[in-house]
């Protein structure tokens, strides 16, 4: 089966300007994930949908940062504007559906570098 | 809040055995392993469930400690293919489906 697909693999833009990233996830997965990864740490969640719906979105900073699932299936990671801290990897995952014993399935990430 | 793994990075001969620690403050539903290597996606390894037993498959395996908010990952007889970073992901009994990743753990296996 397809893997999670991510787009653009690479990024570079300078402070203030704005940027989007696209996933794409496994076909049928209800769940959505938005996780950033700093270099050398754990991913953080960012945001989590449900279907179209928004689950828990506690960690995005929502003066510079949006995320869309409209119709359920492919997502939108926006970033308006962007800071020199923003610098990182941004990956997106899904599951089956929200359950404990659901494992995610990780796209291969967007590298942004922030100048 | 963000587990805590220990060690924070290990070096290996091919065939020795490591252990990997991942412990919460929260009262714990779920631990989920992943190990991720540089510039790829991290990758599933497995899930520890409350009130579930300690699983394995290969040579990796894991134990949940739920009094003591604690999971363990066991690498034995490690291959250089074991080499990446291993993150815990955590669900608190009140999240609802939310994994917190702790820092993760750099394992380098050498031949």
């Known amino acids: 089966e397809a893997g999670v697909a991510q787009s653009p693999r690479y990024k570079i833009i300078e402070k203030r300007q704005s940027v989007a990233f696209w996933c794409n996830p496994i076909s049928g997965h209800a769940t959505l994930y938005w996780y950033q990864q700093i270099l050398g740490q754990g991913p953080k969640l960012l945001i989590q949908?449900?279907?179209?719906?928004?689950?828990?979105d506690s960690q995005l900073p929502k003066d510079r940062f949006s995320a869309e699932r409209l119709k359920g299936v492919d997502s939108t990671l926006k970033i308006q504007p962007a800071k020199l801290e923003d610098s990182a990897v941004y990956l997106c995952?899904?599951?089956?559906?929200?359950?404990?014993?659901?494992?995610?399935?990780f796209g291969s990430g967007t590298q942004l570098s922030v100048l | 809040q963000q587990p805590v793994q220990s060690p924070q990075a290990v070096i290996l001969r091919e065939g020795e055995d490591a252990v990997i620690n991942c412990s919460s403050s929260?009262?714990?539903?779920?631990v989920h392993w992943y190990r991720q290597k540089h510039g790829e996606a991290p990758i599933f390894l497995m899930i520890l469930l409350k009130g579930g037993e300690q699983k394995g498959h290969d040579k990796i395996s894991a134990s949940f400690n739920e009094k003591k908010q604690q999971s363990s990952l066991y690498l034995t007889a490690s291959q250089l293919s074991y080499s990446g970073t291993y993150f815990c992901g955590t669900e608190g009994v009140d999240s609802s489906y939310k994994l917190i990743f702790g820092s993760g753990t750099r394992l380098l296996v050498r031949p």
């Open positions: 949908f449900q279907n179209n719906g928004v689950v828990d």
């Open positions: 929260k009262a714990l539903y779920s």
């Open positions: 995952a899904s599951s089956p559906d929200a359950w404990s014993d659901e494992k995610l399935f």
